[in-house]
C-alpha cells in the first residue's frame, strides 16, 4: 500500500443565494467521502485564517456558511496564503473557486494570483468550476490550473473527482 499524501483543501462559494443550497449539498457530500482525518479543510471567510482538521468542524463550517459578496484576487489570495503555510511538504494543496457569477473582468487579478502561488513556492492546484457558462480566461494558465464547466447537478460528482486520491501524480 502506497504511503496517503494529505490534502490542504481550500474552498471558494460565489454563487446566487438560488444556488447556495445545491452547493453546500454537494460540498458537505464530498467532504464526507474523504476518508483520511488528517486532510485540512478550509472555507473562505475574510475574517478566518485557519484550515480544520475535524470533520465535525469542516460539515459545520459548511452548513453555518452564508452568502457573501465575494472579490475573487481577496479570497484567492487569503486561501492560497492560508493553504501555503502548511509547511509539510508532503500536503496537495487544491484551492477550488465555485461560481455561478464570475466576472471576467476579475481575470487579472486572478493572473497575479496565479502568479504569485508559482513564485511563492505555495503549491496550490487550482480549480476554478463554473457553473453554468463561465469566463474563466486567464493569461497565466499553468499546470496547476484546472478550468471546468459543468451543470449545478454535477458539481457533487466534480468535486468527488478533485477530492480523490492522486494515482501516480495525476488527477
Known amino acids: 500500500m ?22 453546500k449539498e454537494s460540498l458537505l457530500s464530498s467532504i464526507g467521502n474523504i476518508p483520511v482525518g ?9 475574517d478566518v485564517d485557519e484550515t480544520m482538521d475535524k470533520k465535525g468542524k469542516k460539515i459545520q463550517s459548511i452548513f453555518n456558511y452564508k452568502k457573501m459578496k465575494i ?6 489570495l487569503q486561501t492560497s496564503m492560508i493553504l501555503g503555510q502548511e ?33 511563492q513556492r505555495l503549491n496550490c492546484d487550482y480549480f476554478f468550476i463554473g457553473i453554468g457558462q463561465q469566463s474563466f480566461n486567464f ?6 490550473t484546472h478550468i471546468i464547466t459543468i451543470e449545478l447537478t454535477d458539481l457533487e460528482k466534480t468535486l468527488n473527482k478533485i477530492f480523490e486520491e492522486d494515482k501516480d501524480g495525476e488527477e
Open 71 to 76: 472579490n475573487p484576487y481577496a479570497s484567492l
Open 2 to 23: 502506497e504511503k496517503y499524501h494529505p490534502m490542504a483543501i481550500g474552498v471558494i462559494i460565489d454563487v446566487k443565494l438560488d444556488n447556495l443550497a445545491p452547493v
Open 87 to 119: 509547511i509539510d511538504e508532503e500536503y496537495r494543496r487544491k484551492v477550488i473557486f465555485i461560481a455561478d457569477q464570475y466576472d471576467e473582468s476579475y481575470n487579472e487579478q486572478v493572473d497575479v494570483v496565479l502568479q504569485i502561488n508559482e513564485s
Open 139 to 144: 493569461s497565466k494558465n499553468t499546470e496547476s
Open 38 to 46: 488528517e486532510d485540512l479543510f478550509y472555507l473562505y471567510d475574510p
